[in-house]
């Protein structure tokens, strides 16, 4: 089994930033791409970014030159850095990891990210 723990929510003025954190602990040798997801409310879950190397990162068209995924392997975390925030980036912000066949596998259990206009 995978833990994942999310850190670093928060509430923020638009233009701000928040950088999120996932640990991720237990049999993590089954991890091989993580990434972030949001759910606004009265919204379906979206996926926000992936990772399934330093060099092999995607992102959702609304986050793109925004947000920044990144991750330390030997310490099994990732990373979101969001910058110049908006309201409509005000979700919960769910870390998630598994295989390439399957991203979703594991789910922390969400932050808080809040957005003031």
């Known amino acids: 089994q995978v833990q994942l723990v999310e850190s670093g929510g928060g509430l923020v003025q638009a233009g701000g930033s928040l950088r999120l954190s996932c640990a991720a602990s237990?049999?993590?040798?089954?991890?091989?791409?993580m990434g972030w997801s949001r759910q606004a409310p009265g919204k379906q879950r979206e996926w926000v970014a992936f990772m399934m190397s330093a060099s092999t990162t995607t992102y959702t068209d609304s986050v793109k030159g925004r947000f920044t995924i990144s991750g330390d392997n030997a310490k099994n975390t990732i990373d979101l850095q969001m910058n110049n925030l908006k309201p409509e980036d005000t979700a919960v912000y769910y870390c998630h990891g598994g295989s390439p066949s399957r991203p979703y596998q594991y789910w922390g259990q969400g932050t808080q990210v809040t957005v003031s206009s």
């Open positions: 237990g049999s993590t040798f089954s991890i091989n791409t």
